[in-house]
């Protein structure tokens, strides 16, 4: 347990991905089974315990050091698992701590009401750092920056196999995962990828512009609208029915209206969108939909959600995957055809004859709902990764506006001595009369490193007042901002929210005063 | 004297050692211990920022906190200087002073006041564990103890320093080709941490930003080991690579770390406890390292010395009057100028 708490406390303070990864594969290397395989589950969000609910930590707390210091303590530190996990002492006595694969089986065959008084005698046991991991546990909250993809390149990395490999074979194991640690370290067998709803790594696109078009010959292509929705996987078998999004994470908590609709078994790769009758919502709308692990009879009622397929590999138990594109559309606009499909549509082919006439459709398809377009070879079969050829995305231009600095903060790691996370605004009329600046949004990229080292020194000479680590910047310098869309948003105080922004430029020859107005911005909104 | 024996009973503590807006003043002796500004006649307990300034013109402090003075305020020359070892006595005024250890950095005291058969500690700032730099903390027993409050919360519960090196040393094992940048206080913590590292069986060299040298150099001629240190500015085709490097906290977010191998941010202070304090600070490494002590350290020592009055100083006072009333103790908060954080 000890080793798991260091794993997480060094994750937490981490904020480098390669270094994550390092840090999870020394502890996955170095810890026995079955613990690695617990810890393995933990963070991919795969262990599911009666839960500690705060009242419980709260009664622990008073109970040690009493109401009034309880209180000044929890104040002070704001977060109550480590409020409590600070203030308990480790008592000698109590013996040594137990390994996490104890911890987690003899919670899974605890009672509810037995909880309280076996995680007393476990904080006794552990120091402050595995008593905050243990609680943090019991809480359900890790919170240590580490998606299920990372932690599953982490164990990749120990066979020295791709990513991939491990998604392939990830949804028909179940925690502590010994056929798989007895696969990449041990030189075991592969573990065969036959469970029910299994998720099969997708093909994803290179980017591409006019020019490079113009090299490829239009008829060996197909055109699709991009979706401004999330990429997801759809998989049905043996009465298993899941949703996954790109990355392999399990959503269908969050989109029981999908799961509920399914009544076919096949693995298709298809956009996630919220749907209203026919009309495609803003990004924004499916937005509130994700990163929930439930969600609201009045969310499902007010962002009905909905895919809209583009590609099938598996059918009737049929792997299509060595097919080409051609073929399988075939399969599914026929598999489509014939029957409802509720919650499911096709995502139409964009006929085209030539590079030019594709371009004026994806100009004239600037409406909501739409990103770009994808490119696929009509001989393409489906691989695993982004394999440089076959599939492309042919991105609209951004949308640009010229923005004020008004804030920077330092960044992470290597960045952990520049400012490198902007917060700009445009100009709006002030309630005395005059104009004022109205953050619109924050970018921490777009910028080369020169440029980089440049607008570093450019806040630390016009820092007009600091925050802790934000520093306020003279309103003096235009960034030209790059987003892909627009939409009204209350949580802004300027009333609305950029698609991932990024700094396009920076606008050394343009007065501040020039700078867009949101007012101006509004009027991109679709 | 027979006025002792005429007036057995103690006067009012207060009418004698109160807070003025210059600082702690003892009016029967005309001093001030650790006062704010620069003063007549200064009882200095130990040469951190907040609590030794310059100019005064008369100065006593333990030979070792008069060195530091002398360091870092460019001799001056114009304070006369009086040396008073540990343990040793002399009068001022009607006052009888004398200094005790507090085991907080080199030379560090508690001011022992006594007059008219009552005695008053004032404990600078102090910790219990023990510190290769310097004595440890003497409880003296006395009518009133004033406590410093850093970290007088329940949730500061310091770790061994053992294991926050080992923490460190982990991490070096772990990045092999990163920069150890390690963000600590330029008296005191520094020389503290580098002996601690050489406890742990850390031999190679530690590196050092120019400012911490002086300091380095004045705790080396009172006898203390740190073995192969070098300030960063000699190092010729170095990399820096497994390196650790100690250097002021404000350096790690500062142009200066450019030139580290993707450095990792290490910081020591006993505030690394609290998780969003650390990240406040941007450490990636916290390591929880503190000079003053922690919650166990000032209720033990509220034990120890057996005050029946204890005034409670610069931190978080509350708690710790609340602790102490709860024992029986006449405690309160005593408001003084001048006071910082920052180094703990």
Redesign the interface.
Known sequence: MQAFA?LLD?L????ART?KL??IE?YLRDAPDPDRGWALAALTDGLDFPAAKPALLRGFGQEK?GA???V??YD????LA??LA??W?TDPAAGPPLTLGEVVETLQSATRAQTPAILKRWLDTL??TGRWALLKLMTGALRVGVSARLAKQAVANLGNQPVDAVEEVWHGLEAPYRPLFDWLMRDGPQPRSNAGGAFLPPMLANPIDRAELDTFDPAHFRAEWKWDGIRVQVSASGGVKRLYSRAGEDVSGAFPDIIDAIDFEGVFDGELLVRRETVVAPFNDLQQRLNRKTVTPRLLREHPAHVRLYDVLRLAGEDLRALSFDERRARLESWMTGRERPRFDLSPLVNFDDWAHLARQREEMRADGIEGLMLKRGNSAYLAGRPKGPWFKWKRDPMLADCVLMYAQ?G???R??FYSDFTFGCWRDAADGGRELAPVGKAYFGFTDEELRWLDKWVRDHTVNRF??VREVESGLVLEVAFDGIARSSRHKSGVALRFPRIHRIRRDKPAVEADTVEALLQLLP | MTTDTIDPTPSNPRAWLYPTPRGLYCAPGDFYVDPAVAVGRAVITHGHGDHARPGHRRALATPETLAIMRARFQDMPDTAQQPLKYGESVRIGEVDVSLAPAGHILGSAQAVLAYKGQRIVVSGDFKRRPDPTCPPFEPVPCDVFITEATFA?????H?SDS?EIA?LLR?VA??PERTHLVGVYALGKCQRVIRLLRQAGYGGRIWLHGSLLPLCKLYQDHGVDLGDVAPVSDAILETFKSAIVLCPPSA???????RFA??V?AVCSGWM????R???R?????LIISDHADW?ELTQTLRDVGAPKVWVTHG?E??LV??ARGLGIDAEALHLAGREEEGA
Do not use: C
């Not at chain 2, 406890?273 to 969003?276: I, K, N, Y």
């Open positions: 260091r060094s937490s303070f981490e904020p270094a390092r840090l020394t050091i009034e210091l309880f000044l303590s002070y530190v704001g977060d480590e409020t600070l203030i002492e120091d402050a330092r992470h790691g290597k952990s001595s802790g680590p | 919360l329940p949730v500061f519960n770790p294991g923490k991490s772990t990045f790690i977010a500062d142009r200066w770390s450019r993707d450095p941010a406890g609290v998780r969003a650390a990240r406040q941007g450490a990636e490494l916290p166990p978080r509350d708690a609340h602790h």
